[in-house]
């Protein structure tokens, strides 16, 4: 067995030797004057000479094999290209009988030398990969289907290679779930819509739908009503409302008929059930409708806003005949009240 030892002169670039000895071993003890050492880091890639008849391996990684010779390179930096990517994982999640998941990016760089040539591979069919093949840095888009496909989880693995690179593998692993029925009811004197994200539910009448994971209701009344509140599986006043729906689930909505008695007009007309509401909701120099009715008091004017409250209307609106009464004090603490056709007692 030989053991031969290579000293670079400065000038020299690149040294080729010939087919090597069998059995020997190859070390480096310096690299032109700098006297690099073998451990030197400004190569890092290049490993083993695996195009070495015998297969040899070099002690420094100043060197990298091509046909049946060794080269040697002087300067720094890696000589091969190396791959590098992110996410290291693909995680999808779906539900039976649902739409797809949305598709996820794999981004890919070259985070060694040269040019990097990749190639990506994958094998179960309900994954697709696009594209297949690249220059340098480039992304791929990972689209999982789950049509056709019972609950379950499914795994593949997407390889990338390149010319004079180390293989990579990226992990891919979709869930497909059971969907579960939600039955939503309507509830109460007033009407109004809820409307389902994602889509299935857009309705004013009882209905039941199909969905997996987390699903929001969110519930909108009609001119005249109020949303009151939700019941059964999803609790509260708030206008939406969101379930998981990891089992069946029964949701009631209940809307409030509101008395069209006070109303702003601001493009389409905003009605109140009571004048202190309406005067706080109101922009300065707008004018509060009021049908022919006798209110409640008090009113306590403080947002330093100039309102009108106009009085005296039928019921739709349409006509003014008699007054409005206001039974109660009315207090102008800051701004100015103009009042046309009211009583106030």
Request: charged share 10%.
């Amino acid at each position: 067995m030989k053991n031969h030892t290579i000293h670079l002169l400065a000038a020299l670039s690149v040294l080729a030797l010939a087919a090597p000895c069998s059995a020997s071993s190859i070390t480096v003890s310096s690299i032109g004057p700098g006297g690099l050492s073998s451990s030197s880091s400004a190569y890092r890639n290049q490993g083993s000479m695996n195009h070495l008849s015998p297969p040899e391996t070099a002690t420094t990684a100043a060197y990298r094999h091509s046909g049946g010779y060794l080269h040697a390179l002087a300067g720094t930096g890696d000589l091969l290209p190396a791959i590098s990517f992110s996410p290291t994982d693909l995680l999808f999640t779906g539900f039976e009988g649902a739409a797809d998941p949305a598709a996820q990016p794999l981004n890919i760089s070259n985070s060694g030398g040269s040019t990097l040539t990749w190639s990506a591979a994958k094998s179960a069919s309900w994954l697709t990969i696009t594209p297949t093949s690249g220059s340098d840095a480039g992304q791929i888009t990972v689209a999982a289907a789950v049509a056709g496909l019972p609950p379950g989880t499914y795994t593949d693995t997407i390889t990338i290679s390149g010319i004079g690179a180390k293989t990579v593998s990226v992990g891919v692993t979709l869930t497909v779930g059971v969907r579960h029925t939600l039955s939503l009811n309507f509830s109460g004197n007033g009407s109004g819509i809820v409307t389902s994200t994602p889509g299935g539910i857009a309705t004013n009448t009882n209905t039941s739908a199909a969905f997996g994971g987390e699903v929001t209701l969110h519930a909108a009344a009609a001119d005249g009503s109020a949303f009151t509140s939700w019941s059964g599986d999803c609790t509260g006043a708030a206008v939406d409302c969101t379930v998981q729906m990891d089992s069946d689930k029964v949701i009631t909505a209940t809307f409030t008929h509101i008395a069209q008695d006070i109303r702003i007009i601001r493009g389409t007309p905003i009605y109140f059930t009571g004048l202190q509401s309406a005067y706080d909701g109101a922009l300065t120099g707008e004018i509060i409708q009021t049908a022919n009715i006798y209110l409640s008091g008090p009113l306590d004017l403080n947002l330093g806003k100039t309102v009108t409250i106009s009085g005296g209307y039928t019921n739709n609106f349409t006509s003014r005949s008699g007054s409005t009464t206001l039974d109660g004090p009315v207090t102008v603490q800051s701004g100015k009240l103009i009042v046309d056709q009211l009583v106030i007692r």
